[in-house]
């Protein structure tokens, strides 16, 4: 009986009590020590999620991200490689805060009670995690749950996130008419190469290409993939640095995306050689920054908001080439984090609508699907391009009038298969990027002068009770506490092009102040400000 092998399986993996476990943006993500009964539990969720849906395969990802080589997180994916349905994240926040044994037995069966789901009916559970040396433990635990539902269970071992987001969609596609790609590792490579081939239309990438992997799963998967591909054939030339996953401890230290975007310079180490095109991605590959050193200038990124805005602007132009402009819509989903001058150059430069969401992607993935394109991306780095199946088609079966038009339409298609569309995916925005530059023949220069950045500045605030502050319009506003937003109101207004809001982390127990403005010092000072009415 199941309640038995539930409980017995369970008192392998003990739960630390009093802890505050939430499901949040990142799914769990803690110290690795406390998430051993954690992931046993997640493990009974996402069995109880597959059964809900017929069958079809959910995929569970066991990563902390960029945060320090101690944490790790366990993540659930839904069938069709997106975040796990909003309803259900209260079902993981209950099921892994049940005190006992037996209680996590009960809650399990008045789960399955209440959803309707058949206990008896074949369920199926993929899982994957980064290189943390704690993922080993947790999917052991992960495996013990799915033992005692009976639920099948692959486990892929270790990949980078969007891989087991590719994954679970392909398993999930097998056979239909919307097929995602061969159900293996390789076959992600092979998909990704192939695309890259495709979208260069005969191009050639120039110069070396150096990528900081954070000394994470990316690093071997980047080498990996690189087997696969043909240098001649495209120009391409990648360095791969900080791919050290053989020393767990140098995980995310001072290398990075998430390092090179907060601290806002170049990792120390490897030292990038004066001009040299360079990109970090983050601890599981989801996010990617682009920067050089200028000799003159000095360090320059090109963040999430510029991929966005460049992908965009590419996009539309091929749209214009393929004589679909008017036919098709492109949106661009950014959050309040995104630089303003970025909302303006979508807005005025390349005259297509912006959407602000909430923080996290599953807001901005939501928000995107309601485009024929919908390009989002987090200023962090993390984001992709989704193409409608009625894009995808009319790519296909538009007549092209001329050579150019079949080019665009060419052109387009391949873009689809190169660009995740499950989830961000740094190694596929990399290649997008590098697709688009060699298109327009830029240099991350060339890139860099489409537009100027605001300065801004953000700053984490350690609050009592993070919770007291409530936001509206899409985070941009606090509701609560009372009078707090007319506090920022008047500070902000006494500076030019500024802007700045407060809310509180989805990750951690601090509120976040945003602040950008004219000039370096009046987006210190403004942040300063903002920080000492929320504190
Ligand atoms: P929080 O902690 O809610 O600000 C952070 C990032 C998000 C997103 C999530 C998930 C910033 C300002 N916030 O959220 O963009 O990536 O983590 O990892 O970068
Ligand atoms: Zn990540």
Redesign the pocket.
């Known amino acids: 009986m199941d309640r038995d092998a539930i409980i017995a399986a369970s008192k392998k993996h003990d739960i630390v009590s009093g802890k505050p476990y939430k499901y ?3 799914g769990f993500r803690m110290s690795a020590d406390l998430l051993d009964g954690v992931a046993f539990r997640v493990g009974l969720l996402s069995a109880l999620r597959s059964r809900k849906l017929s069958g079809q395969t959910i995929g569970v990802m066991i990563t902390a ?2 945060n320090p080589a101690v944490d790790n997180g366990v993540k659930i994916v839904d069938p069709m490689g997106d975040m796990l349905e909003q309803e259900w994240e209260s079902y993981a926040t209950s099921l892994v805060n049940a005190p006992t044994h037996e209680e996590l037995a009960d809650y399990y069966q008045k789960l399955a009670d209440t959803l309707k789901i058949d206990l008896s009916s074949p369920g199926k559970v993929i899982a994957g995690r980064d290189t943390r040396p704690s993922g080993i433990t947790l999917v052991t635990a992960l495996a013990d749950a799915l033992a005692a539902t009976k639920t099948e269970y692959i486990d892929f071992k270790i990949l980078t996130t969007p891989q087991l987001h590719y994954l679970t969609r392909c398993i999930n596609t097998a056979g239909t008419p919307g097929a995602y790609g061969e159900v293996s590792e390789v076959g992600y490579y092979k998909k990704l190469v192939e695309a890259f081939y495709r979208s260069l239309r005969g191009r050639k990438v120039t110069g070396t290409l150096s990528v900081d992997c954070a000394n994470g799963v990316g690093g071997p998967k980047l080498s990996e993939l690189l087997k696969h591909h043909d240098s001649t054939k495209t120009g391409l030339d990648v360095k791969v640095c900080n791919d050290d996953v053989l020393r767990p401890e140098v995980l995310n230290l001072d290398c990075g995306a998430d390092f090179v ?1 907060t601290r806002q310079r170049a990792p120390p180490s490897p030292k990038p050689a004066p001009g040299d095109r360079w990109c970090s991605l983050d601890g599981d590959a989801d ?1 990617l920054i682009y920067y050089w050193v200028d000799p003159d200038t000095g360090f320059f990124m090109l963040d999430g908001d510029r991929i966005a805005t460049l992908a965009a602007s590419f996009i539309a132009d091929l749209f214009r080439n393929a004589g679909l402009d008017g036919q098709l819509r492109i949106g661009v989903i950014q ?1 309040a ?1 995104a630089n303003g001058a970025s909302t303006k150059y979508v807005e005025q430069h390349l005259q297509l609508p912006v959407v602000c969401t909430p ?3 599953k807001h901005l993935h939501h928000a995107a699907c309601s485009y024929d394109i919908g390009v989002y991306f ?3 780095g ?1 984001g992709t391009v989704l193409f409608s199946p009625d894009a995808v088609q009319t790519f296909k079966t538009k007549e092209p009038q001329s050579p150019a038009q079949k080019d665009a339409l060419e052109t387009l298609s391949a873009l689809a298969d190169l660009i995740n569309q499950t989830v961000g995916d740094a190694i596929s925005d990399m290649l997008m990027v590098e697709v688009i530059l060699a298109h327009k023949g830029w240099s991350l220069r060339d890139w860099a002068m489409t537009y100027s950045d605001l300065p801004n500045r ?1 700053v984490r605030v350690e609050v009592g009770n993070k919770d007291l502050f409530q936001t509206t319009d899409a985070e941009r506003k606090l509701s609560h506490p009372a009078g707090c937003q007319d506090e920022i109101d008047q500070c902000v207004k006494k500076y030019t092009n500024a802007r700045s809001f407060a ?6 127990n601090a509120c ?1 102040v ?1 602040a950008e403005a004219a000039t370096r010092s009046e987006a210190d000072e403004l942040a300063n400000k903002v920080a000492a009415i929320v504190k």
């Open positions: 949040g943006t990142a991200s960029h975007k996010r959050t984090y923080t996290g992607v987090e200023a962090n993390h953000l809310r509180a982390s989805g990750t951690e976040r945003y």
